[in-house]
Each structure stands twice: as structure tokens, then as C-alpha cells.
């Protein structure tokens, strides 16, 4: 314990430091401050995987296209399970800074870098050894399945790049600081382009290419996120010698990540569902399926950007004791949210067709992605509340209400009305693709109810 009062005695917070705190000053400003890098930096991140889908419907094939489309719900399973454990940590972090308690932060910055290395190594081995399984139990194509199993065992390989990358993210959110990732990650996105065509089209390397430019470009931000954690003088400064598991704080971060975990990997799992119901309509609609999926991830980023913001917003204010700020913060977080979803919801679902033909100009494809969007699109306000809310729950350290709700309706609910409508009434796409919806709308009804229960109701007495 002694080397952290060291270490503490040499950071200087207040001098040159990234880090923000959130628990003064205009609250709608500093969301939206922080949430923009945030959202650009989510704009990157899909862009170079637009880029991925774009490369392989044009200089490949439409098969491996859908292979690309019907292996994004394996690799979100194990990368939500992951990324839950992480809001953990940043709930963790972000309340020791608000409530300005450097040594539990620093001891929280070390467990959190641990346990990412340790499930970083656990969830490599899992993906390459159950690919094929996983793409058998999905029911997909024989003619996908090779394609599909190449990029799945090179993603995989390479998987702790993002773990790495993503967790040492989520520090510097914790702590205010949403600039700087996003300058990794530019580089890192334009870097992935210009080896996705020099692998796919100067060195023919098919889908395999596409995989190794990704994997690539993911170690390269894995690692100047690490050098710049190892080489601040900031009070998140991680300490190599001092890496290890602090058990209170390990559960700490557990107890709050793991329902979040459990939840977004259950939840990535029911989509390996919906895939397999998408599958049976063949090869065109599968493409489509992986169109729209990839558009809609477009819509998402405002309110993904301003969740993680009313996370780190919320934490650093419960931490500091200031509840009526938080829960100010949270209204502006979804108003401003749903706005923004509405604008360019309305602009995708208008030119469906055109978005569609960025990624292939095979009609049948453009046809079903066309549709999906034009069905789906606008139901996404709705779910600005859902993402919105659930990251402003798991900033009080509140996780497991958000946990029940998504899993009642983005599982449950779902499944149950897949199979109904498959199964007695009409087994079509449109049915199909109506069951994202389905979820989405009884989880607003549910968020909404839980929240204003819990704590807005006794407001004032």
C-alpha cells in the first residue's frame, strides 16, 4: 500500500490534467462536451467496419458477404460480455473521482487493467476453439460457413487488441477524458482502410485479409492506449508493478459489471436466434439483414454516446452526493438523444434504398435491406430511453434493474414473440424483423416505470 502514496504524491491532477469533473458547472454542456467525442469516435470505429463490409460485398463475393453479416452477432456476445464487465470499472473509477478519493482510484485503475488481461486470454481461447460450433448452432449456410469460419478464428485471435483498447477507454471516460481515444481511434480507422484494400485487392487475401487488417489495427490502439495510461503523471496513472487483483474492488466492479455483462451477452446470444430465423430465407436476405444491421449501428451512436455520458456523469455526481444533479442529467442525456435519433432516422428511412447500395449493387439485397429499414428505423426513439436510462441506472451502481428489464424484453419477450408469429402465423421477414421492435417498445414501458418507482416518485417529499 505504501508505493500508492508514493505514486499519489507525484500525480498532479490540477496541473495540465484530462480529466473533467462533472460535478459542477452547466449540465447540458458538459454531456453533450463529453459525448461528442464519443460519438465521433463510435463513428470511426463503424466506419472502419463499414469499410470491412463495403470491401467484401465489392471484391468478393455476396456470399461472403453474409458471412461478414452472420458472424457480427458471435462476435457481439463475447465482446458485450466484456464490454459490460468494463462499466463496471468505469462506474467504479468515476465515483472514487467524484467523491475525490485518489487511492481507491488508483487501486481500481489496477484491477481493472488485471482483469482485462486475464479475460482477454480466457475469450480468445473460447472463440477460436467454438467457431464452427457456434456457426452450426446458427443454422448457417454451408456455402457461408468457410468464408465465415476464416474471419471468425482471425477475429478472434486478435480480440485482445479491442479488449485492451476498450477497457483503457473506459478509464479515461471515467475520469472525463473523451478526446484522446478518439484520436486513437482515427488513426487506427484510416489505418484499417488503406490495409483492408491492400489486403483484399492488391494481395487478393479474400476475406482473411479483411480479418488481419482489423485485428491489426485494433493491437496498434491497444497499445498507445497503454502507453499513454503507463506515461501520465495523471491521478488514473496505471502502475505496472502494482498490477493486480484488489479483491474488494475486483467484487466492487463485479457487482455492478456482471449483471451488465450477463445481460448484453444473453441478450447478443438472442440475436444469434434472430440470425438463424433470418437464415431460412437465404442468402439475399441474410446480405440485407447485414445492411441494415450495419446502417442501424449509425443510428445508435448518439444515444450509445450519450449513455456512456450519463454514466460517467451520473457516477461522478452520485459519488459526490449529489442526486438531484444527477437525475437532471439523465433527462437532458434522453431528450437530447431522442431528437438527434428522430433527425437522422427520418433521413435513412426517406433514402433506404440508396444507403443500401453502398454495400452491393445486388438488387435482391437492396430490396430486403431497403425494407428492414423502412420497418424498423423509427421504433429506435424509443430505445434512446432504454440505452439512455439503463447507463444512467449502472452510473448510481444501480445494474441489475436495467439487467431484468433488457432480458425480459430483448430475450424473452422477443423469442417468445419470434416463435408465435414462426411458428402459428406467418413465418416472413417482415415478421422477423418486427421482433427487434416488439423489445424495444415493452422496455420502454418497463425502464420508464422502474425509474420513476425507484427514484423520482417520493421527489420533493
Known amino acids: 500500500m505504501e508505493r500508492h502514496q508514493i505514486h499519489l504524491r507525484h500525480a498532479h491532477p490540477h496541473t495540465g490534467s484530462t480529466a473533467k469533473d462533472m460535478t459542477s458547472g452547466p449540465i447540458l454542456?458538459?454531456?453533450?462536451?463529453?459525448?461528442?467525442?464519443?460519438?465521433?469516435?463510435?463513428?470511426?470505429?463503424?466506419?472502419?467496419s463499414m469499410v470491412d463490409t463495403v470491401v467484401v460485398g465489392k471484391?468478393?463475393?455476396?456470399?461472403?458477404?453474409?458471412?461478414v453479416g452472420s458472424t457480427t452477432m458471435i462476435v457481439?456476445?463475447?465482446?458485450?460480455?466484456?464490454?459490460?464487465?468494463?462499466?463496471?470499472?468505469?462506474?467504479?473509477?468515476?465515483?472514487?473521482?467524484?467523491?475525490?478519493?485518489?487511492?481507491?482510484?488508483?487501486?481500481?485503475?489496477?484491477?481493472?487493467?488485471?482483469?482485462?488481461?486475464?479475460?482477454?486470454?480466457?475469450?480468445?481461447i473460447i472463440g477460436v476453439i467454438y467457431v464452427r460450433p457456434m456457426l452450426a448452432f446458427m443454422s448457417t449456410p454451408e456455402n457461408v460457413i468457410p468464408d465465415a469460419t476464416v474471419y471468425l478464428r482471425i477475429y478472434f485471435a486478435g480480440i485482445s487488441g479491442l479488449m485492451i483498447y476498450n477497457m483503457g477507454s473506459g478509464i479515461l471516460r471515467a475520469v472525463g477524458d473523451s478526446k484522446r481515444p478518439l484520436y486513437f481511434l482515427i488513426l487506427t480507422s484510416v489505418l484499417n482502410i488503406i490495409l483492408d484494400l491492400v489486403f483484399v485487392i492488391v494481395f487478393h487475401g479474400g476475406i482473411a485479409g479483411v480479418a488481419y487488417a482489423t485485428i491489426l489495427s485494433q493491437f496498434i490502439s491497444a497499445i498507445m492506449v497503454l502507453v499513454l495510461l503507463s506515461g501520465t503523471n495523471d491521478i488514473y496513472k496505471l502502475t505496472w508493478h502494482d498490477l493486480r487483483l484488489d479483491m474488494p474492488t475486483?467484487?466492487?466492479?463485479?457487482?455492478?459489471?456482471?449483471?451488465?455483462?450477463?445481460?448484453?451477452?444473453?441478450?447478443?446470444?438472442?440475436?444469434?436466434?434472430?440470425?438463424?430465423?433470418?437464415?431460412?430465407?437465404?442468402?439475399?436476405?441474410?446480405?440485407?439483414?447485414?445492411?441494415?444491421?450495419?446502417?442501424?449501428?449509425?443510428?445508435y451512436l448518439p444515444m450509445q454516446s450519450l449513455a456512456s455520458s450519463a454514466t460517467t456523469f451520473v457516477s461522478q455526481n452520485i459519488g459526490a452526493k449529489q442526486e438531484e444533479r444527477a437525475s437532471q442529467g439523465t433527462t437532458r442525456a434522453i431528450l437530447v438523444s431522442m431528437g438527434i435519433t428522430a433527425a437522422i432516422g427520418g433521413i435513412l428511412v426517406?433514402?433506404?434504398?440508396?444507403?443500401?447500395?453502398?454495400?452491393?449493387?445486388?438488387?435482391?439485397?437492396?430490396?430486403?435491406?431497403s425494407l428492414f429499414i423502412r420497418m424498423n428505423t423509427m421504433f429506435l426513439i424509443m430505445n434512446c430511453v432504454n440505452h439512455v436510462l439503463a447507463g444512467a441506472l449502472r452510473g448510481r451502481g444501480d445494474s441489475r434493474a436495467p439487467m431484468i428489464c433488457m432480458l425480459s424484453c430483448f430475450v424473452a419477450l422477443r423469442q417468445i414473440y419470434l416463435f408465435?408469429?414462426?411458428?402459428?402465423?406467418?413465418?416472413?421477414?417482415?415478421t422477423v424483423g418486427l421482433g427487434y421492435p416488439v423489445g424495444w417498445t415493452s422496455c420502454f414501458i418497463a425502464e420508464i416505470t422502474y425509474f420513476w418507482w425507484r427514484y423520482r416518485r417520493n421527489r420533493g417529499k
Open 29 to 48: 454542456p458538459q454531456l453533450v462536451l463529453f459525448a461528442v467525442p464519443l460519438l465521433l469516435g463510435n463513428l470511426f470505429q463503424l466506419f472502419y
Open 59 to 67: 471484391f468478393v463475393s455476396t456470399e461472403a458477404l453474409a458471412a
Open 76 to 124: 457481439n456476445t463475447i465482446v458485450f460480455f466484456f464490454n459490460g464487465l468494463s462499466i463496471g470499472a468505469t462506474v467504479v473509477i468515476g465515483q472514487n473521482f467524484g467523491a475525490k478519493n485518489e487511492k481507491g482510484l488508483h487501486i481500481a485503475v489496477e484491477t481493472t487493467m488485471m482483469m482485462t488481461f486475464l479475460v482477454s486470454i480466457i475469450f480468445t
Open 250 to 299: 475486483f467484487r466492487q466492479i463485479l457487482g455492478i459489471g456482471l449483471p451488465t455483462a450477463i445481460q448484453s451477452t444473453i441478450t447478443g446470444f438472442s440475436n444469434v436466434f434472430v440470425q438463424s430465423y433470418i437464415n431460412v430465407f437465404g442468402s439475399a436476405c441474410m446480405a440485407g439483414w447485414s445492411c441494415y444491421n450495419k446502417l442501424d449501428q449509425f443510428i
Open 350 to 369: 426517406i433514402f433506404a434504398g440508396p444507403a443500401t447500395r453502398i454495400f452491393t449493387d445486388d438488387e435482391a439485397v437492396v430490396e430486403f435491406g
Open 420 to 430: 408465435t408469429m414462426t411458428h402459428f402465423i406467418a413465418n416472413t421477414p417482415v
